[in-house]
Nanobody
Framework: QVQLVESGGGSVEAGGSLRLSCAAS????????MGWFRQAPGKEREGVAR???????TYADSVKGRFTISKDNAKNSAYLQMNSLKPEDTAMYYC????????????????GGQGTQVTVSS
């Protein structure tokens, strides 16, 4: 059974930073990706960042240059370093892992966690 546990969310002022962590277990893919997507009330779900097992990454234009995704294969974990946060980054952030759904637009179709809330005040 795939399990993902996100942590690291919180409330910060605009311009601040947060680091999200995702601990994954129970999956068995020969090749897989991990990533983050977010959902804010009244807004469309948005794929934020993804990383392949070879380390290649993709970012949404809205976060490019501010967010960095990384992973630690030994710990089956992924991280999202978020800098220069803006109020529009406020959302529930979800981690996802998949052997199939590895584009920013399809991350949410993979196995996901319960999410961690990020709130950025102006």
């Amino acid at each position: 059974q795939v399990q993902l546990v996100e942590s690291g969310g919180g409330s910060v002022e605009a311009g601040g930073s947060l680091r999200l962590s995702c601990a994954a277990s129970g999956y068995d893919y020969n090749s897989y990706c991990m990533g983050w997507f977010r959902q804010a009330p009244g807004k469309e779900r948005e794929g934020v960042a993804r990383i392949d097992d070879d380390g290649s990454t993709t970012y949404a234009d809205s976060v490019k240059g501010r967010f960095t995704i990384s992973k630690d294969n030994a710990k089956n974990s992924a991280y999202l370093q978020m800098n220069s946060l803006k109020p529009e980054d406020t959302a529930m952030y979800y981690c996802a892992v998949s052997g199939t759904f590895c584009s920013l637009g399809t991350l949410y179709l993979g196995f996901g966690g319960q999410g961690t809330q990020v709130t950025v005040s102006s």
